[in-house]
């Protein structure tokens, strides 16, 4: 049950951390060859791109999650 709930986290969390990793490293290349070293500059792209994959990919989180849940609480009758 454990390893069912860690690979679910993984599972749900991958997409945002991607997404995040993939923004951040696309800024650190503009600003490594553009001399920029403003701060917001990598913030802020790396929060809307995470808010598009949640838009995008929320209904889907949600229905992983919530199939997950129930299965938890099916087995909880079998528990000792």
Do not use: D, H, N
């Amino acid at each position: 049950m454990l390893r069912g709930g860690i690979l679910e986290v993984i599972i749900l969390a991958a997409p945002l951390l991607l997404s995040a990793l993939v923004v951040g490293l696309v800024v650190a290349i503009l600003q490594a060859t553009t001399s920029i070293q403003e701060q917001t500059l990598t913030f802020v792209p790396k929060v809307i791109a995470i808010l598009l994959v949640l838009a995008f990919l929320g209904g889907w989180m949600f229905t992983s999650l919530r199939e997950y849940t129930i299965a938890i609480f099916r087995m909880i009758p079998e528990m000792r």
